[in-house]
């Protein structure tokens, strides 16, 4: 009964694991690099657009990324109640 | 007052402050001098991570590369950020969980295997101790440069720095010495950069600053971008033709080195709960990310000045900072058509100026008129950064001797005392080996660095990630994958730089990938053979899956484990 109640935190956990890191590699990998060039068209003040994802706002997004986690996954423990007091 | 006055000054209070905290964070048991008690903040660790992780070559080179490289410079401003993002997420919390003090450990533990745990160890002292001759000589360089004492005395200065506080405090001592060293790093960065972005752009952020526009109203990307195209050079921001597959892999290959690497992981064994863990990745990328999104500013502020300052002007002209740096032979002029201007052009025959990369952070507050003190703020901030990880990775390499091959193979009865004083005697010898090399640095140092990140990225990450996220991964599959992702990465290094001897031309380049960026295909290489071979043979016994049960949930982690 336990294992299975756990199973469902492991499932959860593994679920905000693939939205994350998708994020994390559509900014980096997908807008940085691979569609830099396309995005390169598109400007925001000063910057072509593929190019400040590479060298600003994919830096940016991590950092938030890491925050978000953090955040879901402190509720995600209360929720399953395996948090450390 | 003069630069040198003022380096004296600035560098010796740093250094005051770094032995002050040494003396106040002395390590009294092995716990404490492994892993800090576990008892350091989040917060405070994360500034301790970033300065651990921000070396002498992010400080004082990077944004000198990337000025170089424009866009490509991106696979270093993304592939040494986004590791942390893994980290965050599929390591650290699980290795605090897990409880014990090195990388070694969980490998040996989690694959109930001796011969995985000795793989582990020879890959962690060998990385680590790459990457500390090049802080080491880093300390050299700044030294001699801005002080004016020899190289070598600039090294020994290093190393009785990092000998006091690392011997004496151990993890304790390094933790709160690089919290320290992160605010004087970070500060002696920034200060230079937003002055020179309020003079180019008049915005006092440089990370907007980067973006904004010039005097004449034209956007300074725009600008730089036409310097340089008429010059000959690509477009700053643009991808050059066969960049993508590169920056690429190249980034990959950071990323997953990057969250492999063991002086970084170690790092999260010092926070008490698993959930600081998880904050504490938070706020070292956080703390990493001010100087990753200003080194870029800091590239192009660099880039634009020094195509003004020099192009088409005449020699005799140029400001004292370039005839200083001439004489160290990191500028080189040569006047080719005797027409007393310099060109400075893409075209390799026509060209008159060579300039070495790795001047431009400390050459820049120079080009750029800053008064004397931002200087030497400069400087100390470099050895900082270099000090830092010199310390991280050198108390890797004492804890891989006293604890993993000591402890766990020589002289298992050992007493926590004797332990302690093992671990101390280590790091002495590891600093004044680390400084010995440093003296004399093998040329093949700047080579091995991309094999240090290929390394992790091809042996730990895969075998820790899988370790915990696979739980029939076993003892033949992890150590298979291990093996081979190793030789694979290494051969293909070794064979593609002529500079380790290697036969191979780039013609011969696999899919175009560049050396620099083979760990991410050892990576993969490494998870399908560990994959493949597991499933063929014995599943994990029943403790050890019980253990990757465990360390799944954070509950229980701040407990006192009974034995280590």
Known sequence: MKGNYLNGYWKQNIRYLIMLLSIWFIVSYGCGILFADNLNAFKIGGFPLGFWFAQQGSIYVFVILIFVYVHLMNKLDRFYDVDEI | MSVQTWTFIIV?????IYISIAIWARAGSTKEFYVAGSSV???????????????????????????FMGYSGSQYLMGWTGGYVLLALLLAPYLRKFGKFTVPDFIGERYYSKQARLVA????????????????????VAFARFLEVPYTTGIFIGIAIVFFYAVLGGMKGITYTQVAQYCVLIFAFTVPAVFISLQMVNNPIPQLGMGGTVSDGTYLLDKLNMLSTDLGFDEYTSMGMDDRINVFFITAALMFGTAGLPHVIV????????????????????????????????????????????????????????????????????????DGL???????????????????????PEIANLPSWVIALVVAGGLAAALST?????????????????????????????????????????????????????????????????????????????????????????????????????????????????????????FGIKPEGIGTLGMFINMIIALVVSRMTPAPPQEVQDLVEDIRIPRGASEVKSVH
């Open chain 2, 267 to 338: 790092r999260f064994f010092t926070v008490p709960r698993v959930r600081d863990a998880r904050k504490s990745a938070g706020y070292a990328l956080l703390f990493i990310a001010i100087l990753y999104t200003t080194a870029p500013a800091v590239a192009v502020f660099a880039r634009t000045n020094l195509l003004q300052t020099v192009s088409n002007q005449p020699y005799v002209e140029m400001p004292t900072w370039f005839n200083k740096w001439e004489e160290s032979k990191l500028i080189t002029f040569e006047d080719k058509n005797k």
């Open chain 2, 390 to 510: 010199a310390a991280g990775l050198l108390l890797v390499i004492a804890t891989s001797i006293s604890h993993d091959l000591l402890k766990k193979y020589l002289r298992p009865n050992i007493s926590d005392k004797g332990e302690l004083l093992a671990a101390r005697i280590s790091i002495a010898a590891a600093v004044i080996l680390a400084g010995l090399a440093g003296l004399n640095p093998p040329g093949f140092v700047a080579q091995v660095v991309a094999l240090a990140f290929g390394l992790a990225a091809s042996s730990f990450f895969p075998a820790i990630i899988l370790g915990i996220f696979d739980k029939r991964m076993n003892k033949e599959g992890a150590v298979a994958g291990m093996i081979i992702g190793i030789l694979f990465t290494t051969a293909y290094i070794w064979y593609f730089k002529p500079q380790l001897g290697g036969p191979g031309t780039p013609d011969g380049y696999w």
């Open chain 2, 121 to 140: 160890l020879i890959c962690a002292i060998f990385v680590s101790f790459t990457y500390v001759v090049g802080q080491m000589k880093g300390v050299g």
């Open chain 2, 12 to 16: 010796g209070i740093t250094f005051a």
């Open chain 2, 41 to 67: 903040s989040p917060l405070a660790n994360g500034m301790a991570t970033a300065a651990d992780w921000m070396s002498a070559a992010s400080y004082l080179s990077m944004a000198g590369l990337i000025s």
């Open chain 2, 342 to 364: 310099i060109q400075y052009v893409a075209d390799k025959t026509q060209n008159e100026l060579v300039i070495d990369r790795d001047i431009m952070v400390l050459a820049n």
